[in-house]
């Protein structure tokens, strides 16, 4: 069985620009949700996908937007990059149905850095 | 609203000693619980979980949480501390009713000490 995978490693992009993070979701799992960890802090809800759709969503402003592929993986993207965009972008996936959400399982995250 | 506390950010203990890292949540709706693990420079990895079955919980690595509604507390122990166990833990919590975000906590940093 193979497990959350997350692409790239690490990223430096500079202010303004744009970014797109990838995630592989666990085999059977048909939900995404990514998740901020800037530095020294716990993760921070940015949205999930369910079935290719938003299925919720945080305190996040609309330039991060998201998607999620027939083959469930899914993509992050922020747009207009800013200083504090910098942190830990962190997929999971998980199995939901009949408006329930199973264990998230975690994948190594991506390392943004905004210069 | 749910929301969840960690007190401590630093513990340290000795090897061999007891883990004990505190958690208590605030939640209108009864909420799932679970404990993260994160070693430096990697994601995060599921200890345990609890989803309102058996208030004390068993998790990997001879981590266990209890279930304490009366104090909203879900505090991870371990008896016997090793040095493998310095990482980072967080505490989430969720809804029951639909548990599809995680809210977690600022995180522990735990030193064993040899």
């Known amino acids: 069985e193979t497990g959350v995978t997350q692409s790239p490693t690490h990223l430096i992009k500079t202010r303004g620009q744009q970014v797109t993070l990838r995630c592989s979701s666990q085999?059977?799992?048909?939900?995404v949700s990514w998740y901020q960890q800037a530095l020294g802090q716990g993760p921070q809800f940015i949205f999930q996908?369910?079935?290719?759709?938003?299925?919720g969503r945080g305190n996040f402003p609309p330039r991060f937007s998201g998607l999620q592929f027939p083959n469930y993986s899914s993509e992050l993207n922020v747009n207009a990059l800013e200083l504090d965009d910098s942190a830990l972008y962190l997929c999971?996936?998980?199995?939901?149905?009949?408006?329930?959400?199973?264990?998230?399982?975690f994948g190594p995250g991506t390392r943004l850095t905004v210069l | 609203a749910q929301s969840v506390t960690q007190l401590g950010s630093h513990v340290s203990v000795s090897e061999g000693a007891l883990v004990l890292l505190r958690c208590n949540y605030s939640?209108?709706?009864?909420?799932?619980l679970f404990w993260y693990v994160q070693y430096p420079n990697q994601g995060l990895q599921l200890l345990l979980k609890?989803?309102?079955?058996?208030?004390l919980v068993k998790g990997i690595n001879g981590f266990e949480a209890e279930f304490k509604k009366s104090e909203t507390s879900f505090h991870l122990t371990k008896p016997s501390a090793h040095m493998s166990d310095a990482a980072e833990y967080f505490c989430a919590v969720s809804r029951m009713d639909s548990s599809y975000k995680l809210i977690f906590g600022s995180g522990t940093r735990l030193l064993v000490r040899p």
């Open positions: 609890y989803t309102s079955a058996a208030t």
């Open positions: 085999s059977g799992h048909n939900t």
């Open positions: 939640s209108s709706v009864p909420p799932y």
């Open positions: 999971a996936s998980s199995l939901s149905g009949q408006g329930v959400t199973d264990t998230q399982y």
């Open positions: 996908y369910y079935r290719e759709e938003e299925n």
